[in-house]
């Protein structure tokens, strides 16, 4: 006669709470967190989410920067995004060696980014020179110069780094106060 078959329900049908590795969520949830967050965290929160770093690649550490925005490492994925404007980037990577005729230009896209804004220093030439340390075209001590964040090193540093730099800088933005807050 009419077999009655039982339906068959799966780890990722509706009816299920948990579905492994995708975080799904309500506006209801979404109105609670709010109201239960600090404004300071909610605020790091976007901003570490959304970091646009300013190209400009130096030396051979730029193109491994170039790597970590192609779709092997894909950075967009992390919100973290190429800009070609100073003015809608708030992460500067100096990556390589900075020439003496390069610098005014570099402290000129610094001025032009938005605050808050910060720097990722990458690369052994753009920490201590590397092989052109005290050479009279190379600046040292860059970070006399811009308030690096994050270090980086290598020579060349892999697009592997790139991202653990950027994971740290997440963290340390996680943790920021703005001045002026008593949260």
Request: net charge neutral.
């Given at each position: ?32 967190l709010l109201k239960k967050t600090k404004a300071q965290d909610l605020i790091n929160w976007g901003r570490k989410n959304s970091m646009w770093f ?71 030439c753009s920490i201590s020179g590397g092989p052109f340390y005290e050479s009279y075209s190379t600046v040292q001590n860059i970070d006399e110069i ?38």
């Amino acid at each position: 006669m009419g077999e009655v078959k039982e339906k068959k329900t799966s780890k990722f049908d509706e009816t299920s709470e948990e579905i492994p590795g995708v975080i799904t969520t309500t506006t209801s949830a979404i109105h609670n967190l709010l109201k239960k967050t600090k404004a300071q965290d909610l605020i790091n929160w976007g901003r570490k989410n959304s970091m646009w770093f300013m190209t400009q690649p130096m030396g051979c550490c730029g193109v491994e920067m170039i790597a970590a925005g192609c779709a092997h490492y894909d950075t967009d994925r992390f919100g973290i995004i190429p800009r070609n404007s100073p003015r809608h980037a708030d992460v500067m990577i100096i990556s390589g060696y900075v020439t003496k005729k390069y610098l005014p230009a570099l402290k000129r896209l610094w001025e032009q980014m938005p605050a808050p804004k910060w720097v990722i220093c990458m690369g052994d030439c753009s920490i201590s020179g590397g092989p052109f340390y005290e050479s009279y075209s190379t600046v040292q001590n860059i970070d006399e110069i811009f308030p690096i964040d994050v270090y980086i090193p290598g020579c060349p540093p892999r697009p592997e780094a790139l991202l653990q730099g950027f994971v740290e800088l997440q963290e340390k933005i996680k943790a920021k106060k703005d001045r002026g807050t008593d949260y």
